[in-house]
């Protein structure tokens, strides 16, 4: 009798399946480090925007107005998408406070993403007295819920901004 040293039908079939389980699991792991890479990036562009939005603030004595009108009149990062010459928060480029204006690695579309408003003073109840104030924040955070754990928060008594963002700052003129 001949002795044949093959692998059997089954035996490459279990192979197949073990080496498919195991590339799905590695494809997971994969997709939720890229969120979270994703999410931090988002978090480090607010930080930079946010210290962008000082300087002007030193250099002009207040905070930029609003530059879109597509999105109820709040700036949209890439509104109009990346390249389309509608800069997040123009008046940060041009002013040279910022190389250039962040937007959403994933939100491209219209009015997605980081998002800006500058309020007139008293706006939504905040106090008058403290002048006008800015809101900048960004929605659809890929791995945490809403409000992010680490969200300075922005509300004014009749309105909390917390509640329309994962991630909110503001900040007075005065």
């Given at each position: 009798?001949?002795?044949?040293?093959?692998?059997?039908?089954?035996?490459?079939?279990?192979?197949?399946?073990?080496?498919?389980?195991?590339?799905?699991?590695?494809?997971?792991?994969l997709?939720?480090?890229?969120?979270?890479?994703?999410?931090?990036?988002?978090?480090?562009?607010?930080?930079?925007?946010?210290?962008?939005l000082?300087?002007?603030?030193?250099?002009?004595?207040?905070?930029?107005?609003?530059?879109?009108n597509?999105?109820?009149?709040?700036?949209?990062?890439?509104?109009?998408?990346?390249?389309?010459?509608?800069?997040?928060?123009q008046?940060?480029?041009?002013?040279?406070?910022?190389?250039?204006?962040?937007?959403?690695?994933?939100?491209?579309?219209?009015?997605?993403?980081?998002?800006?408003?500058?309020?007139?003073?008293?706006?939504?109840?905040?106090?008058?007295?403290?002048?006008?104030?800015?809101?900048?924040?960004?929605?659809?955070?890929?791995?945490?819920?809403?409000?992010?754990?680490?969200?300075?928060?922005?509300?004014?008594?009749?309105?909390?901004?917390?509640?329309?963002?994962?991630?909110?700052?503001?900040?007075?003129?005065?």
């Amino acid at each position: 009798m001949q002795k044949n040293n093959g692998f059997t039908l089954i035996e490459l079939l279990v192979v197949i399946a073990i080496i498919g389980l195991l590339s799905s699991i590695v494809l997971v792991s994969l997709n939720s480090a890229r969120q979270k890479a994703r999410d931090a990036r988002r978090l480090s562009d607010m930080r930079q925007i946010q210290l962008a939005l000082e300087l002007y603030y030193d250099s002009n004595g207040g905070y930029p107005g609003n530059t879109d009108n597509d999105c109820g009149g709040w700036d949209a990062g890439f509104n109009g998408g990346p390249n389309s010459g509608d800069p997040f928060i123009q008046p940060l480029e041009t002013g040279g406070f910022i190389a250039k204006t962040p937007g959403d690695p994933i939100a491209t579309g219209r009015c997605g993403g980081y998002s800006y408003y500058r309020y007139s003073a008293g706006a939504y109840g905040c106090d008058a007295s403290r002048g006008a104030y800015f809101v900048l924040g960004v929605r659809d955070m890929e791995t945490s819920g809403r409000p992010h754990p680490n969200s300075p928060g922005w509300s004014c008594p009749s309105r909390n901004w917390q509640n329309e963002f994962d991630w909110v700052i503001g900040g007075f003129e005065r």
